[in-house]
Nanobody
Framework: QVQLVESGGGSVQAGGSLRLSCARS?????MGWFRQAPGKEREGVAA????????YYADSVKGRFTISGDNAKNTVYLQMNSLKPEDTAMYYC??????????????WGQGTQVTVSS
């Protein structure tokens, strides 16, 4: 059974930075972060393969967000820089035991709110 516990998030002004953390237990192949803004569908933001280190990003966050992992701590991080008001959303840590395809993520954290003010 995979369990995910998130931390981080909060409120920041546009241009600021935040870091999200996600501690996992259980076997996973890929870890990722998704977000969902009010009235919008959930979207994949970033993902990292635990075994290869390959990373994947949504076009909207490339160059601003960085996903990284510390396998010794079973923790994945999402460093978010140059934040924009449109980054405001509930952010969810997710895990996949299959691949880093956005559709294969089946384990979810409880979510953490990120609010960016202009």
């Amino acid at each position: 059974q995979v369990q995910l516990v998130e931390s981080g998030g909060g409120s920041v002004q546009a241009g600021g930075s935040l870091r999200l953390s996600c501690a996992r237990s259980g076997f996973t192949y890929c870890m990722g972060w998704f977000r969902q803004a009010p009235g919008k569908e959930r979207e994949g933001v970033a993902a990292i393969s635990i075994y290869t280190g390959d990373t994947y990003y949504a076009d909207s966050v490339k160059g601003r967000f960085t996903i990284s992992g510390d396998n010794a701590k079973n923790t994945v991080y999402l460093q978010m820089n140059s934040l924009k008001p449109e980054d405001t959303a509930m952010y969810y840590c997710a895990a996949s035991s299959v691949s880093c395809n956005w559709r294969h993520f089946g384990y979810w954290g409880q979510g953490t709110q990120v609010t960016v003010s202009s």
